[in-house]
């Protein structure tokens, strides 16, 4: 598995619009078909956090998705509800936050 975290901007009011966009494409084959296996949203002070688990490596699946008329439709919903924190964002690979730093406890003995 692995997980990548989006980080832009988001106005508190519009996290139900942006779940409910989430929420009918969840319900569609097109997470299961670029490798979505989870995903969190969390808004925090006008900070949107996007927290995606993967089954396939994270490169691949982008590459997929950026294929799909579906992935654009639901980049063109959310467009109106987020602003990328970055203001030379060109692609959602420029909204990726870098882990620094992870720890799993040790699978246990016995």
């Known amino acids: 598995m692995q997980q990548i975290m989006i ?12 779940a409910d966009i ?5 319900a569609t084959s097109m997470p299961q078909e670029i490798g979505v296996i989870g995903r969190s949203l969390y808004r925090f002070h ?8 993967f089954a396939v ?16 439709a639901v980049s063109d919903e959310l467009r109106p509800h987020i602003e990328p924190y970055d203001p ?4 959602p690979l420029d909204a ?15």
Do not use: C, E
């Open 22 to 26: 989430f929420a009918r494409s969840d």
């Open 7 to 18: 980080v832009a901007k988001m106005r508190s009011q519009d996290a139900p619009a942006v």
């Open 88 to 91: 030379n964002w060109a692609s």
């Open 96 to 110: 990726m936050a870098d882990r620094f730093y992870h720890w799993t406890p040790p699978a246990p003995q016995g």
């Open 57 to 72: 490596p994270a490169s691949d699946a982008m590459r997929t998705a950026q294929r799909l008329p579906s992935f654009r």
């Open 46 to 53: 006008g900070i949107y956090v996007h927290l995606i688990d």
